[in-house]
T-cell receptor
Framework: DVKVTQSSRYLVKRTGEKVFLECVQD?????MFWYRQDPGLGLRLIYF???????EKGDIPEGYSVSREKKERFSLILESASTNQTSMYLC?????????????FGPGTRLTVL | AQSVTQLDSQVPVFEEAPVELRCNYS??????LFWYVQYPNQGLQLLLK??????LVKGINGFEAEFNKSQTSFHLRKPSVHISDTAEYFC????????????????FGKGTKLSVKP
C-alpha cells in the first residue's frame, strides 16, 4: 500500500515564525502536492511538483514556498507564519499518466498560528 | 476553466436510509471524475473514480456513482447508510486530454458533510 506520511498531526506556532511541514511518500511517485483545507472552501492547491527540484504554483501560493530535494520528500515552508495560515494542510502524491491518476493523501497537519 | 459544485454542504440522514450526494462540474473537454471521503481527523481516501466506459461506477463501502455527460453530473449514492459513513465527501475533476502542468491537477468541490444519525 502507498503510504504518505506527514511529520506532525498538530502544530502550534507563533506569528512570524518560520514553519516547515514535511511530507514523505514511499512509493516512488513523481508527483507531489500540498493543499490547504478550510471549512466551506474544500481543498485548495498551494504548490505541486512533478519531479525532483521542480515546483509549480497552485491556486494559492502566496505566503508559501516548497522544496523537493529528493523524490520521496516534499516540504512546505511558511517563511513568516501569519494567523490566516491557520488551517489543515494535506500532502498527496500520485503517479503521472492518464489512467493512473489517484492521489494518495497523508493524514494532514493541523496548524494553528497564534 | 474547470469547476466543481457540490450543491449540499451538509446532508443529515438516518441510519439505513438511502443517500445521494450531488456533484456537478463544468468543463469544455472530457474529464475524469473522482469521489474522495475524509473521515474525522484523517486524510482523504479514494472512494471511486470514472475514467471511461460504463457510466455507473462502483466503489468501496457500497457506494456508487453515475456519470451523466449531458447533465455534467457525477452524483454519489448509497442505498443504505451506516453510522460509520459519517464523514466529509469531496468530488473532484480532472481534464482527460491534457497532462502536465496545471491542466493535470485535480479540482475539488467544497465538500459535503454526511451525518448519519441512529
Amino acid at each position: 500500500d502507498v503510504k504518505v506520511t506527514q511529520s506532525s498531526r498538530y502544530l502550534v506556532k507563533r506569528t512570524g515564525e518560520k514553519v516547515f511541514l514535511e511530507c514523505v511518500q514511499d512509493m516512488d511517485h513523481e508527483n507531489m502536492f500540498w493543499y490547504r483545507q478550510d471549512p466551506g472552501l474544500g481543498l485548495r492547491l498551494i504548490y505541486f511538483s512533478y519531479d525532483v527540484k521542480m515546483k509549480e504554483k497552485g491556486d494559492i501560493p502566496e505566503g508559501y514556498s516548497v522544496s523537493r530535494e529528493k523524490k520521496e520528500r516534499f516540504s512546505l515552508i511558511l517563511e513568516s507564519a501569519s494567523t490566516n495560515q491557520t488551517s489543515m494542510y494535506l500532502c498527496a502524491s500520485s503517479i503521472p499518466g492518464q489512467l493512473v491518476d489517484e492521489q494518495f493523501f497523508g493524514p494532514g497537519t493541523r496548524l494553528t498560528v497564534l | 476553466a474547470q469547476s466543481v459544485t457540490q450543491l449540499d454542504s451538509q446532508v443529515p440522514v438516518f441510519e439505513e436510509a438511502p443517500v445521494e450526494l450531488r456533484c456537478n462540474y463544468s468543463s469544455s473537454v472530457s474529464v475524469y471524475l473522482f469521489w474522495y471521503v475524509q473521515y474525522p481527523n484523517q486524510g482523504l481516501q479514494l472512494l471511486l473514480k470514472y475514467l471511461s466506459g460504463s457510466t455507473l461506477v462502483k466503489g468501496i463501502n457500497g457506494f456508487e456513482a453515475e456519470f451523466n455527460k449531458s447533465q455534467t453530473s457525477f452524483h454519489l449514492r448509497k442505498p443504505s447508510v451506516h453510522i460509520s459513513d459519517t464523514a466529509e465527501y469531496f468530488c473532484a475533476v480532472r481534464e482527460s486530454m491534457n497532462y502536465g502542468g496545471s491542466q493535470g491537477n485535480l479540482i475539488f468541490g467544497k465538500g459535503t458533510k454526511l451525518s448519519v444519525k441512529p
